[in-house]
């Protein structure tokens, strides 16, 4: 394997594995004592970006991996975009963390970054596997680190959720491999329930339904910087394999559909302004989820455009609200308000992200929701079309107002505040000329898209109907807020599906564990007395032909072993 | 900068201001509708003003039912630290 490497990158320097850039780049930023941590920050997503630009199209890295063949890269269309997007993605994040002086922040930053390149570039199950746990163990470290006791639990069921997945892709993927005889990811046909397990684990990492509550209750818990990274990445790679293996599964839609409305009633009434992103995080992914399920051109490009426009504005809408924690100490909307005129700066910024996530003409949302949504409505899916058109007005009231207004409009805190130091100014406005660009002069954009685009964002129609939506809806804000009827911000927890975990089943775990306990003994009790007296006739079945002597397949051992693991991990979540 | 004076968006006369721009600004869009062409795919898009009908009644509806959520699913702050 290492003869492999060496042989490949002595042969064509420039086409590194995108990950190892980024995982030099941490073992840099670990033992150099030379090199100051800026300059790798920095260096390392530049070098990374020229690496992946300059890649050659044929450029393949196989090596071997437990007797089967994997390959490392693999670039077409989607994985170039996604690449691009990465890099951009970690380039402003490390500016912005630049002022940390923790350096296990950083090392640990740059595998989650090397380890999305990776799982984006793998073209098979197995290294896809490994990237996909990398990511997780990589990214909780980023919620731990901020060391509160609240950050720790939050980073282990982080953590937990996570395994999880990463156990049902290989579950699935060993499924298929069993039955296929083939690892290959790219092109990849999935039946039975293997299909179903890898899509529950893709799923989880996507935040479907029911399995999203991890994202809201860590995101918030992450340092300010920290969550910058993770909003990029793994929910990202997720759309991208499901990009990959899913395109065109009708059942997307009714899930994308649910994940756009349920998130925008939890961002209305929620307090925590970067939770309230995190629950506008889901709903974007599932206009994207939305795109994958219609799987036509025009729906996928929608789709992957939506991503690439989403790390970027949700960046820069979460290094907002990252300013304003690390100059006040506080991110609910109730402690905020009026900064403003303290924080001129960072004010403009967010409402640029603001406009972009809500999709106003000549910014960066409206450019690629449009064509999801003009996709469901060309493809008869009106109620779903309908469902979309809502969330996309619940989008605009959370993300494009609720934010802006609560942290720097809405009543005078009084609050202590200035903008933050030049770093973190010049990633937030290298996020929103980005953002602005790409609303203005789609087209860039546009020619990196998988399918050619034939779609045209600036006509009347469009851009009419998308301002009646916006403005309507402004205006109902503002008739809410002046006659009262709007919520206030409230110091509160609003219950979701984390309930289950980490109240629910404890307690009823607890009480079931007790009831096992008794039986258990009780039955203990009579089987000894049982066996002492008929132990001869189980003696067979540990002899040559019984049930304990056979030998079972690789992939039943190794789907119990994972079944057993499985069981451990709840348990030890459960009872520690 | 004099922080004892209200800031801009603070004095009555600005927000009358943005307040009186917003509802221009709606109402030249929902006129828009009769003067000009609109693409349509779906018949119910021919309705006049149905983009800016639907967004006001959407997050209008969006706030109501949030707020009955909160009486179900609100909590105390410190609820899972218990």
């Known amino acids: 394997m290492i003869i492999d490497f060496a042989s490949y990158i002595i042969g064509s320097p420039w086409n590194l594995p995108p990950a190892l850039v980024f995982y030099v780049g941490a073992a840099f930023l670990l033992f150099s004592k030379y090199l100051p941590a800026p300059l790798i920050l920095i260096a390392t997503p530049t070098v990374g970006l020229i690496n992946l630009i300059t890649m050659e199209n044929s450029a393949r890295l196989n090596t071997e991996l437990l007797s089967y063949s994997v390959e490392l890269i693999y670039i077409d269309e989607l994985s170039f975009l996604f690449g691009i997007l990465f890099h951009i993605a970690a380039l402003f994040s490390a500016i912005y963390a630049l002022k940390i002086t923790d350096t296990r922040q950083h090392v640990s930053a740059f595998i989650y970054v090397g380890s999305a390149l990776g799982a984006v570039f793998s073209a098979d199950l197995l290294s896809l596997f490994i990237f996909w746990e990398l990511l997780a163990i990589s990214s909780a470290y980023l919620i731990w680190v901020q060391g509160t006791r609240k950050a720790n639990q939050a980073a282990l069921r982080y953590l937990f959720v996570h395994v999880i997945s990463g156990l049902i892709l290989l579950a699935g993927a060993i499924l298929h491999i069993h039955k296929t005889g083939s690892i290959g990811f790219i092109d990849i046909d999935l039946t039975g329930t293997a299909k179903w397990l890898i899509l529950l684990a893709f799923g989880i990492k996507c935040g479907f339904p029911i399995l999203h509550s991890w994202l809201p209750d860590s995101y918030p818990q992450a340092s300010p910087t920290g969550t910058v990274f993770l909003s990029a990445f793994t929910t990202k790679v997720a759309i991208y394999v499901l990009a990959r293996a899913f395109v065109g599964t009708e059942v997307l839609i009714y899930i994308g559909a649910a994940m756009t409305m349920f998130p925008i009633f939890y961002a209305v009434i929620e307090n925590d302004l970067r939770r309230v992103l995190a629950y506008s995080m889901i709903n974007q992914l599932g206009f994207m989820v939305v795109g994958i399920g219609l799987g036509t051109a025009m729906a996928m490009n929608g789709a992957i455009s939506h991503a690439f426009n989403d790390v970027v504005f949700k960046g820069l809408l979460f290094m907002s609200m990252g300013a304003v924690l690390h100059t006040t100490g506080r991110i609910n909307g109730s402690d905020l308000g009026g900064l403003y005129r303290k924080m001129p700066m960072t004010t403009s910024l967010c409402i640029i992200g603001a406009a972009s996530i809500s999709a106003f003409p000549l910014f960066s949302g409206f450019v690629s929701k449009s064509m999801i949504l003009t996709a469901a409505l060309d493809e008869g899916y009106v109620a779903i079309w309908f469902l979309l058109l809502f969330a996309s007005a619940g989008v605009f009231h959370h993300a494009g107002i609720k934010i802006p207004y609560f942290a720097f409009f809405a009543h005078d805190a009084g609050l202590d505040a200035k903008d933050p130091s030049w770093n973190m100014l010049l990633a937030m406005t290298f996020a929103a000329v980005i953002c602005i660009v790409n609303g203005c002069y789609p087209y860039l954009l546009y020619s990196l898209l998988p399918y050619p685009v034939d779609y045209r964002p600036y006509e009347w129609s469009h851009v009419v109907s998308q301002l009646q939506l916006l403005l309507f809806s402004a205006l109902a804000f503002a008739w809410l807020i002046r006659s009262g009827t709007y919520p206030p911000e409230l110091r509160s927890v609003n219950l979701d599906v984390d309930w289950i975990y980490r109240r629910g089943i404890k307690s009823f775990g607890s009480n079931a564990l007790l009831v096992f306990d008794r039986t258990t003994r009780h039955l203990m009790f009579i089987f000894r007395i049982v066996a002492d007296h008929r132990l001869n006739p189980l003696v067979h079945h540990l002899k040559q032909h019984g049930v304990f002597a056979r030998t079972w397949s690789i992939s039943f051992t190794v789907l119990c072993i994972i079944t057993l693991l499985l069981a451990y991990l709840v348990h030890f979540f459960l009872y520690t | ?82």
């Not at chain 2, 009358?16 to 006129?31: D, N, P, Q, T």
């Not at chain 2, 009486?71 to 899972?80: A, F, Q, S, T, V």
């Open chain 2, 1 to 82: 900068m004099d922080s004892s004076k209200p800031g801009i968006f603070y004095q009555p006369r600005t927000i009358r201001r943005i307040l009186a721009i917003l509802h221009l600004a709606c109402a030249g869009l929902f006129l828009s509708d009769l003067i000009f062409y609109r693409h349509v795919v779906d018949p119910i898009e021919e309705i006049v003003g149905f983009y800016g009908l639907y967004g006001f009644i959407a997050c209008w509806l969006l706030v109501i039912l949030a707020k009955l959520m909160r009486r179900i699913l609100m909590r105390g702050e410190n609820y899972y630290d218990n």
